[in-house]
């Protein structure tokens, strides 16, 4: 496998309940990326981590959300208490250290989030 | 202020004409910028990186004007295969460091008709 893999591909789930994406970056990338798609938007940066160090969070991942990426290779994003808003695309990247850190910079096809 | 901020159009052309996306950043310590192409419920894609001296690739010139803080991606000879959201996309320089944080632009959704 050559990219980015995201699983599940579609999840629905009813408002208030917890979700787990994951996300398997490239081998041999140290970055991973975590970012949000809201329909007529373009994607927002959410989190990212060098290795297994979690250096970046937005203001967009509120107290429910949380990521991990125990032993610097696969990472999960996790939704506790779902609510209507969380409903978006939910896009993984990785990339490894180069100029500007944009070195083979790969999305995941993402997870799309309905909560209903 | 969005910190990119695109026309999001849409931008309706028959095949074979010429249609231009512009684009402005509000960060002046930005360093790298991308155009990304999005197809529909499908991840982005990285369609090409823009330099200060300009850049093409075949159909497709990106330029950047530092000064001005605008990007512009210009497409000749437009295809059918060319219908998708185009995304301004711009790599910041956070306190000397940048890791590979892109914030995007809203995008552009271009359709080409026959």
């Known amino acids: 496998d050559t990219g980015v893999s995201q699983n599940p591909r579609h999840k629905i789930t009813k408002r208030g309940q917890n979700v787990t994406f994951r996300c398997d970056p490239i081998?041999?990338?140290?970055?991973l990326y975590w970012y949000r798609q809201t329909l007529g938007q373009g994607p927002e940066f959410l989190t990212y981590?060098?290795?297994?160090?979690?250096?970046?969070k937005s203001r967009l991942l509120s107290d429910r959300f949380s990521a991990e990426r125990p032993k610097g290779s696969f990472s999960t994003l996790e939704i506790q208490r779902t609510e209507q808003g969380d409903s978006a695309m939910y896009l993984c990247?990785?990339?490894?250290?180069?100029?500007?850190?944009?070195?083979?910079?790969?999305f995941g096809s993402g997870t799309r989030l309905t909560v209903v | 202020r969005k910190e990119v901020e695109q026309d999001p159009g849409p931008f309706n052309v028959p095949e074979g004409a010429t249609v231009a996306f512009n684009c402005t950043y509000s960060?002046?310590?930005?360093?790298?910028f991308f155009w990304y192409r999005q197809d529909c419920r499908k991840e982005p894609k990285l369609l090409m990186s823009?330099?200060?001296s300009g850049n093409e690739d075949g159909r497709f010139t990106a330029q950047l004007n530092r000064a001005s803080q605008y990007i512009s991606l210009l497409i000749r000879d437009s295809k059918l295969s060319d219908s998708a959201t185009y995304l301004c996309?711009?790599?910041?320089?956070?306190?000397?460091?940048?890791?590979?944080?892109?914030?995007f632009g809203q995008g552009t959704i271009l359709t080409v008709h026959p």
């Open positions: 990247a990785s990339s490894a250290r180069g100029t500007g850190g944009t070195y083979g910079y790969t």
């Open positions: 996309v711009v790599n910041f320089n956070a306190g000397g460091t940048s890791y590979g944080k892109l914030t």
């Open positions: 081998s041999e990338h140290n970055r």
């Open positions: 981590f060098q290795n297994e160090a979690q250096l970046e």
């Open positions: 823009v330099y200060s």
């Open positions: 960060n002046s310590a930005s360093q790298s």
